[in-house]
């Protein structure tokens, strides 16, 4: 498999928006339209970020196979918004320059973290994509004093000997987590590895929450996001980015006099290392 990666950080003065103030659009370039500066902003991967009438917009070049029906898809996370731009086929085509553009609504002209992930993913002769899902053991999370269980949907990439690799291919690595019984899905974006526990009724509604592990990268840190079912949507009651896995990420959420808090591992700047922390879950 051959896989086109990078990672391109910027600081965007922008506000806290939701996904539908951002749009991204990824196109090839016709070849008249080819500059130096486009090429060397490819080569570069350089970001230019331009502000004009309450929008910031972010543009980038690429030099790569000429596949068609690449895709580019924004989303915010916490304080940082992801754009990431995907490819749909294999692709056996020449190299060809592409310009993705971002525009994001910015009203009171604030700051936040953006990245921009082209994680291009190019099928070879034999793999193939192959649809999985994974069924964990939950508690009763609706009030009908029966155990549930959540069922996680994903691609991954299969290669020619039926070696199941932790690339996603087309899409931006999205899990959809089912429940059935009326229950809404939950969608996760940006997720190369999943798990989900159970936990018991921690806001006294009669309905047992749960806690999922989510993996938005390979390596070891992860976030941790604890979720509670109200009969009719789901509530994220509390999350965070942990440095250091545990075999059991429920015995992460602990009661104290003053309610249950969520312990992870938080990073330092002051001294640039990781260290204990904790945060209260929201019961009400």
Same mark, same amino acid.
């Given at each position: 498999?051959?896989?086109?990666?990078?990672?391109?950080?910027?600081?965007?003065?922008?506000?806290?928006?939701?996904?539908?103030?951002?749009?991204?659009?990824?196109?090839?370039?016709?070849?008249?339209?080819?500059?130096?500066?486009?090429?060397?902003?490819?080569?570069?991967?350089?970001?230019?970020?331009?502000? *004009?009438?309450?929008?910031?917009?972010?543009?980038?070049?690429?030099?790569?196979?000429?596949?068609?029906?690449?895709?580019?898809?924004?989303?915010?996370?916490?304080?940082?918004?992801?754009?990431?731009?995907?490819?749909?086929?294999?692709?056996?085509?020449?190299?060809?320059?592409?310009?993705?553009?971002?525009?994001?609504?910015?009203?009171?002209?604030?700051?936040?973290?953006?990245?921009?992930?082209?994680?291009?993913?190019?099928?070879?002769?034999?793999?193939?994509?192959?649809?999985?899902?994974?069924?964990?053991?939950?508690? *009763?999370?609706?009030?009908?004093?029966?155990?549930?269980?959540?069922?996680?949907?994903?691609?991954?990439?299969?290669?020619?000997?039926?070696?199941?690799?932790?690339?996603?291919?087309?899409?931006?690595?999205?899990?959809?987590?089912?429940?059935?019984?009326?229950?809404?899905?939950?969608?996760?974006?940006?997720?190369?590895?999943?798990?989900?526990?159970?936990?018991?009724?921690?806001?006294?509604?009669?309905?047992?929450?749960?806690?999922?592990?989510?993996?938005?990268?390979?390596?070891?840190?992860?976030?941790?996001?604890?979720?509670?079912?109200?009969?009719?949507?789901?509530?994220?009651?509390?999350?965070?980015?942990?440095?250091?896995?545990?075999?059991?990420?429920?015995?992460?959420?602990?009661?104290?006099?003053?309610?249950?808090?969520?312990?992870?591992?938080?990073?330092?700047?002051?001294?640039?290392?990781?260290?204990?922390?904790?945060?209260?879950?929201?019961?009400?």
């Amino acid at each position: 498999m051959k896989i086109f990666y990078g990672l391109l950080l910027l600081i965007l003065p922008l506000c806290l928006v939701n996904a539908q103030n951002i749009s991204a659009t990824f196109s090839p370039l016709p070849d008249a339209s080819i500059t130096n500066a486009i090429k060397r902003a490819a080569m570069n991967e350089s970001v230019s970020v331009k502000r *004009d009438d309450k929008k910031t917009v972010a543009t980038a070049y690429f030099n790569i196979p000429d596949c068609g029906a690449y895709s580019a898809l924004a989303e915010i996370k916490r304080d940082t918004v992801f754009i990431m731009v995907n490819n749909a086929n294999r692709c056996d085509g020449a190299y060809k320059y592409h310009k993705l553009e971002a525009i994001i609504d910015n009203p009171e002209n604030r700051e936040y973290t953006v990245w921009i992930d082209p994680a291009f993913t190019f099928l070879e002769k034999g793999e193939t994509l192959r649809k999985f899902r994974d069924t964990y053991e939950i508690s *009763d999370i609706d009030g009908d004093k029966k155990p549930n269980a959540a069922i996680a949907e994903y691609e991954k990439v299969v290669t020619a000997n039926d070696s199941v690799t932790n690339d996603c291919g087309r899409t931006d690595c999205t899990v959809t987590v089912k429940f059935g019984k009326g229950v809404p899905n939950i969608t996760i974006g940006r997720c190369y590895n999943l798990g989900i526990e159970p936990l018991p009724d921690l806001n006294n509604d009669g309905r047992d929450e749960i806690i999922m592990a989510v993996y938005d990268w390979t390596g070891t840190r992860y976030d941790v996001l604890v979720y509670s079912y109200n009969g009719k949507k789901w509530s994220l009651l509390c999350e965070a980015k942990v440095y250091d896995e545990v075999e059991n990420d429920a015995s992460r959420v602990v009661k104290e006099k003053d309610g249950y808090y969520l312990n992870y591992e938080g990073w330092d700047d002051t001294i640039f290392d990781v260290v204990a922390a904790k945060k209260k879950i929201k019961t009400r």
